[in-house]
């Protein structure tokens, strides 16, 4: 009876959650590639064919006949697609790097600090994550805005005499991102240069290194497992981003995930923004298998 | 101590400005008497009482808990699973596209995820509203969950499991009293986790919700989009008051569990 009953747990605790992801997360990226294969048409849903099951094989069969690639040539053909999905790489690109400029200081910090405050700073860390990501994009319109609070600072102090245009810029997306995403850079950063042995940085020091030559040498080189995972967990969601770029960006700024969103719910055009999603998806696949392998290795070696 | 250095104090400190002057200054300016927000022309409380006739605003609040409920209970208990199957069984039949389920969630834009969820629910003819918008939630927070409760059972020493088991314990019985109390608070704050993420989700809600299940997200959205408020500012500090507390909460209880813990092995070591 207990084999019988371990068996089945062992089963269930497998195929319950398996068959949840496979069915609310695989299948429906399917629907995307096969709805982007659809043409636009003026119904609910708003495309043809429409999947219809109680046709059967036939119909599944004269449903391919139908698919067209017209989407995916109409995304070629508009300039804007091709400029919304080179921006985005761009500006995820940029916005990675400051993130990393700006949290590897603050991870080194932290690994260096005693142990007996490590866990209140860890928290700190934490703590802006568990809170609301559209707040936290609100709060800097305020702060960006040309009559905001940044420019009433540098006015008083007299940095500046005409206020500085930062909101719907790019600027202000850099730095919307880097802001929100810091969080997911400074934690695997410092947790792979806590691991660190500092015997080897004292060693290089020893033999002659200067610290900042035994930084470069020495500790940069082995927090790059956390570097790599800080930049891809920025990265990959960064392109495909849409409240950043819609609330801090003018309206000259392309990036993805806002024409997604538009061709979505302003055109209604649905196969349109399937098509848009599966490229999205083709150019994050190798980042997205590059941060799994990365993780999946982490695990092997944490067990 | 003389690693410490004042470079390193010096980053965290403008760090951590970085990090909260943003929600520092909102919440400020939340209790500000002039519509501007911009602007400080004293102390006033009356946008947190305006919020009280806002009906609307109530009602996604209503939504919002809801669902935030519903949906971190079942991530909890699915992503649980998965956590123990990816721990503890290191080979199955499809084991990588597993693995790769629970972790590109975490990575993959939300119009994506969103969008990909709303085409299923059209295309099986499931009417939107309160239960896609559940369904879409559980998802995406389950693999949060997923991650949280593995990292804690990576750690976990199997050989008290093994000798439940010798003596007797069936697997269900050995999980309920033997690996889940340890496992415990790791499970507690992937529940927490799956709650805040399911309470700020704008981007998949807006996709999969239909008409008459308006998150608070979806609320606080289409307001700002007409301009920065004094009342959304406040909307906001009570959102971040209510996770500030939940975070201080579990912090205090896995704290708490696991000074027990320790002391509980001293004692039975001493033994």
Request: aromatic share 12%.
């Amino acid at each position: 009876m207990a084999k019988f009953g371990s068996a089945l747990f062992n089963r269930l605790v497998i195929i319950i959650p398996y068959a949840w992801l496979l069915f609310f997360f695989l299948i429906p990226f399917f629907i995307v590639l096969r709805i982007s294969l659809s043409e636009t048409a003026v119904a609910m849903p708003p495309y043809l064919p429409v999947f219809d099951l109680a046709s059967g094989f036939g119909g599944f069969i004269d449903n391919i006949k139908q698919f067209s690639i017209d989407n995916y040539i109409w995304l070629t053909e508009d300039a804007l697609y091709t400029k919304a999905y080179a921006s985005s790489l761009w500006i995820a690109g940029v916005s990675t790097i400051l993130t990393l400029l700006i949290a590897y200081p603050v991870a080194y910090g932290m690994a260096q600090a005693p142990n007996t405050i490590r866990p209140t700073l860890l928290m700190l860390v934490i703590l802006p994550f568990w809170t609301s990501f559209l707040i936290r994009v609100y709060a800097w319109i305020a702060i960006l805005k040309p009559e905001g609070l940044l420019n009433q600072l540098l006015l008083t102090l007299g940095l500046i005499d005409q206020p500085l245009i930062i909101l719907n810029t790019n600027w202000a997306i850099y730095i919307g991102i880097v802001y929100s995403y810091l969080p997911f850079m400074v934690l695997p950063i410092y947790s792979s240069l806590e691991k660190m042995d500092h015997s080897l940085t004292e060693a290089a020091q020893d033999l002659g290194c200067t610290p900042i030559r035994a930084f470069w040498r020495v500790t940069f080189p082995l927090s790059m497992p956390g570097v790599v995972a800080g930049c891809m967990l920025v990265f990959i969601p960064a392109v495909g981003e849409f409240v950043i770029p819609d609330l801090l960006g003018g309206s000259e700024t392309l990036m993805i995930g806002k024409t997604l969103w538009n061709e979505f719910n302003a055109n209604r055009d649905w196969p349109v923004s399937a098509a848009v999603a599966t490229i999205l998806l083709l150019i994050l696949v190798v980042p997205i298998m590059f941060f799994q392998h990365a993780q999946a290795k982490a695990d092997a070696e944490g067990r | 101590m003389q690693r410490w250095s004042r470079f390193n104090i010096a980053s965290i400190v403008i760090g951590f400005a970085f990090l909260y002057l943003p929600i520092v200054l909102l919440v400020i300016f939340s209790f500000n008497e002039s519509k501007l927000v911009t602007v400080w022309a004293g102390f006033s409380t009356k946008w947190y009482v305006q919020l009280f006739h806002n009906q609307a605003l109530l009602d996604a609040a209503w939504v919002t808990i809801r669902v935030g409920l519903i949906s971190a209970t079942i991530a909890t208990v699915l992503g649980t699973m998965a956590a123990l199957a990816m721990t503890r069984y290191t080979r199955f039949r499809g084991r990588m596209l597993f693995s790769g389920m629970i972790y590109a969630p975490l990575v993959m834009p939300e119009v994506i995820t969103g969008l990909s969820m709303l085409l299923l629910f059209v295309a099986i003819g499931f009417d939107r509203g309160f239960w896609t918008l559940t369904l879409a939630h559980i998802t995406f927070t389950m693999c949060f969950v997923a991650v949280v409760v593995q990292s804690r059972l990576l750690s976990f020493d199997r050989s008290i499991e093994e000798a439940a088991m010798d003596l007797g314990a069936t697997p269900v019985a050995t999980f309920l009293q033997v690996t889940l109390p340890v496992i415990a608070p790791a499970v507690f704050s992937g529940w927490v986790l799956a709650f805040t993420l399911s309470l700020d989700d704008l981007v998949i809600s807006s996709f999969t919700s239909g008409p008459g299940a308006t998150t608070l997200p979806m609320r606080i959205y289409s307001q700002v989009r007409l301009g920065v408020t004094p009342e959304i500012n406040a909307v906001c500090t009570i959102l971040i008051g209510i996770v500030a507390i939940g975070v201080l909460i579990a912090s205090v209880v896995s704290r708490r569990r696991e000074i027990q813990r320790v002391k509980d092995e001293q004692a039975a070591f001493a033994h």
